[in-house]
């Protein structure tokens, strides 16, 4: 996906438009949050097939393999679809990590909150159409709905892997929020998880198919991206605030993990934003 965010409805129309269509399981380069206020949807995802009945939150993290297939339910079908890249959202991006990625879809209580996220979907929507987006409008809208949704998640979801490698993993996405930008090991997280550096990668492969390490990466960059776009910062100031010491060294591990240099990423995303 080329833009930082995306937003469209997806009506009942089109879920009658979809019946009898083959669907192969994908994963996205893209992160994809859906609100359900009418109909259902089929979803394949961890290993698991779910049906779910709206009201329903649903966030499929960038690369998790997944099959969703959106459904009338009453004949009806309602579903605001958001997209966004990581970084567009970086100050939240891994604490939904830790909010979903032991359930990707969320049965919300009440008809009520969603006529508050329905709204502001409306909103975010609407300031998308305009000739010149406010890209800082529609991110305090995001954050508001994500708010919403945070505060009103029943509460039994993080008990229901206690003592599980889901809990160790979450604690783990705490204390990278903390630390992600110094220059320590991936031994400084096992050791604040009273565990060695093998078993924490255990945890991180069983939970997300990546090593502890490939995680650390992955946030510091996504902060990276970050301060390319919304900072005037030098590269070099940008990689040392992440605990790069070399500019060179940084700027590899970025083009390797992305395929374009931080300055390259920087043009491209002046001119998307533009």
Not at 216 to 228: G, H, S
Not at 253 to 269: I, Y
Request: hydrophobic share 35%; charged share 25%; aromatic share 12%.
């Amino acid at each position: 996906m080329e833009q930082l965010f995306n937003i469209f409805r997806f009506t009942t129309e089109d879920a009658k438009a979809l019946e009898g269509k083959s669907i192969e399981p994908h994963v996205h380069d893209f992160e994809e949050l859906i609100i359900g206020s009418k109909g259902k949807i089929s979803h394949f995802i961890d290993f698991e097939d779910e049906t779910v009945y709206a009201p329903f939150v649903s966030f499929v993290t960038r690369g998790k393999p997944h099959l969703l297939r959106p459904q009338t339910h009453d004949d009806e079908c309602d579903l605001w679809v958001i997209r966004f890249r990581s970084e567009f959202m970086s100050e939240v991006i891994f604490k939904m990590y830790g909010y979903f990625h032991n359930r990707a879809n969320v049965t919300l209580p009440t008809d009520e909150i969603f006529d508050r996220l329905t709204a502001l979907c409306q909103m975010m929507y609407d300031e998308t159409q305009r000739p010149s987006p406010g890209l800082a409008v529609i991110k305090q809208l995001f954050m508001t709905l994500l708010t919403i949704i945070n505060h009103e998640r029943p509460t039994n979801i993080q008990s229901d892997s206690a003592n599980s490698a889901s809990e160790t993993y979450t604690h783990f996405l705490h204390i990278l929020e903390e630390n992600f930008r110094r220059n320590v090991k991936i031994s400084f997280y096992a050791e604040k998880l009273f565990m060695s550096e093998r078993n924490l990668n255990i945890v991180c492969h069983e939970v997300m198919q990546q090593s502890a390490g490939e995680i650390i990466e992955t946030r510091k960059l996504t902060e990276a991206k970050n301060l390319l776009i919304n900072s005037n910062k030098t590269i070099a100031e940008i990689g040392f605030e992440l605990g790069y010491n070399e500019k060179a060294y940084f700027s590899k591990v970025f083009k390797r993990k992305t395929g374009h240099t931080p300055t390259a990423f920087r043009k491209e995303m002046k001119q998307l934003i533009s």
